[in-house]
């Protein structure tokens, strides 16, 4: 379809048609939010399509204003030549009309020596058309149209497609407002993160209203702030989360990769794809991402802002020669940026995340440097104290003071009981376990739970069939030999023999008789060994251990194995207390102090029974060492003597648990309440390893 048909009779009215249908949707799209990119594509589409034209582009000014860059096209006719709208004379005809601010028709096969260094070696007409605003020029629009028509003809096309620039400028212009709305909008949102994180001095307030506030300004799955003191990390916060666990795996991975990049000083980015690190940073990164599937990750370091406290600088520990870190700023920590389920990192993220690490990094070095003034806590706590001491409220104050101190002076001075507190049983002194004296298997339990025995009784009985083996191989053999004594002895009865035959057969006797005696030794040992199976109670007593029977029939036992106990009701009872390690010192110390002779520490207890009676008695023993005795860890063992009056029949049982309180002396009554603060103070905060 040639150019000059478009105004022909009768295709007027479809072409008029045509092109108000493209300028109606290109005012659409003016107003609509989409990118440049595709709103130009379709732009040069339909201002092609509207002029029958083989072919159109757009060019736009750089960011800078000083190159055209050519922004879209439609299909290029396939006879333009190779690289016509990209060469130099090419763009500066281009340059000239846009700085001229007209329209332009350019003839085809237009030279160079015609017009200074601009050509059109293509046999198209050029139809370039500036687009602007009111602000400033845009850029060109370029149209290649078939050589052919009048002037007026082309004058339609220039009109057509600055009606279509206009709508385009709007465009632009509307898209210029709206970067301008979102900046104006992004400055609130960052003027308002200034004031969050600026609004406390606390470095832990500061560290958690950084990483809330910067996820939303990110727009991340998770920010974590991490504090570098003194050569040490710590997760400060965590977005989300009001404590971070320190002992948790994912934490301590962290921390391990956050140390590596506080080091290197340099910031990380990891997007998923595999990257050329050095190994300090690659084994802790990859150790995180397997332990937490993140997806992307990045890790900033948070660098004191330049012309800051330069005091605050030098307290730094960062690894390195004073004279390089007094040139480098500190690094304070590291933010990091995680992303569990999208994978990629924006460049609008890394804007952001630049302009939330300057803001943060500023708060976090102002409440690190409160933090470090000497006292702080001290000075906290003064500041808060004011309100206190007010004219309205200074009488109350003087009072409630002079209370305080008064209870104070009264913990001090008031002396009370000392009394240490264990858990024991309540056992007879005279007591035995009976053990396994030789291997074997349980195969008959002749007692039972709570049964009086006298010493010397059998208990139970063991079988051992290869003792029973060697029993049955030693008996035979020594019958085999008694046999053989006889017929030696019959024959040496012979008076037929020689003498050199009696000779032999004594010597033969004397053999036999000794293999006699080592096989009758044997005998004896085993018997004595079979004896042993039979266990015995070693004292008069009751059995105290339960459901012996069930416990021990027809189970292995070994050589030194206790089968049960034994212990003697009618004999005098005591307690057996396991005081805690930390408590013993006191035992030890009042019983040490008091002279042998007159050692006599008392005791109070309440039976697990009957804990409304409270019953007394006195140490007579304390265990030297401590051990470990089950739930109750390390232990020293206090033998208590106690009156059996004071108990019925039925409160004197073997291993009852009992609750005691053993007298240490006399002291101040805040030391009797409060030693276990005391004592934790010096071991943990005055000797703190």
Known sequence: MESAQLLEPETADATRIKIREAMAEMALLAYADTDRKSFFEQFIARVVDALAAPGGAVWLLSDEGRDLQLQSTTTLPADLPQDAIGERGHRQMLRQVLDNGNSA?????????????????TPYLLLLVPLKTARRPHGIIEVFQRRGGDVELQRGYLWLIGQMAELAGEFLQNQDVRLLEERDSQRDRFDRFSEAVHSSIDVTHTA??????ARGLIECDRVSVIVWRRGRTRVAAISGQAVAESRANVVRLLLALAKRVIKSRQPLWYSGDPMQLPPQIEE?????????????????????????????????????????????????????????????????????????????????????????????????????????????RLPKTIAAAAIVVAVG??????????????????LPT????????????????????????????????????????????????????????????????????????????????????????????QLNLLLAKQKQLSVRSPIDGQITTWDVKKRLLDRPV????????????????????MVPENHAGFVADAWEATPAAKRNLKVGYILATDPGRRRSGSVTEVQHSAEVRGENGNTVMVRVRIDPA??????????????????????????????DIVAFVRSKILFRV
């Not at 070994?558 to 004999?571: D, F, M």
Request: net charge negative; aromatic share 6%.
């Open 105 to 121: 028709v350019v003839t085809p096969e237009l030279t160079a020596q015609e017009i200074d260094e601009v050509n059109n070696p």
């Open 208 to 213: 958690y209203t950084l990483a809330n506030e």
């Open 284 to 392: 802790p990164l990859h150790a995180y991402i397997d332990e937490t599937h993140t997806q992307s990750l990045a890790v900033i370091p948070l660098l004191r802002p330049i012309g800051a406290d330069a005091d605050a600088r030098a307290d730094s520990d960062m690894d390195g020669d004073s004279e390089e870190s007094s040139r480098e700023p500190e690094v304070l920590g590291v933010l990091v940026i995680e992303q569990i389920k999208q994978q990629g990192l924006s460049y609008q993220t890394r804007i952001v995340t630049e302009q939330v690490t300057r803001r943060g990094a500023a708060a976090l070095a102002n409440a690190i440097d409160h933090d470090r003034v000497f006292l702080m806590p001290l000075w906290r706590l003064l500041a808060k104290t004011r309100w206190f001491v007010t004219a309205r």
């Open 409 to 426: 002076v009264g913990l001090c001075v008031i002396p009370a009981d000392f009394r240490i507190a264990a858990q024991g049983t309540m």
């Open 430 to 521: 005279e007591r035995r376990d009976v053990f396994v004296q030789e291997n074997g298997v349980v195969s008959d339990v002749l007692v039972n739970h709570a049964d009086q025995v006298k010493a010397g009784a059998e208990l139970i009985r063991l079988r051992n069939q290869e003792l029973e083996v060697q029993l049955a191989e030693v008996t035979g053999r020594q019958n085999s030999m008694q046999e053989q004594l006889r017929a030696v002895r019959w024959m040496e009865g012979n008076n037929r023999l020689s003498q050199e035959e009696k000779i032999r057969l004594s010597g033969q006797f004397a053999q036999l008789q000794k293999t006699h005696d080592s096989l009758v030794a």
């Open 558 to 577: 070994e050589k030194g194995q206790i089968l049960l106990s034994v212990a003697n009701p009618k004999s005098s009872w005591e307690l057996e207390l």
């Open 646 to 675: 004071d108990l019925n029949a039925t409160q004197l049982r073997p291993g009852s648990a009992v609750t005691a309180q053993i007298y240490c002396g006399r002291r101040s009554i805040g030391y009797v309440w409060f030693h």
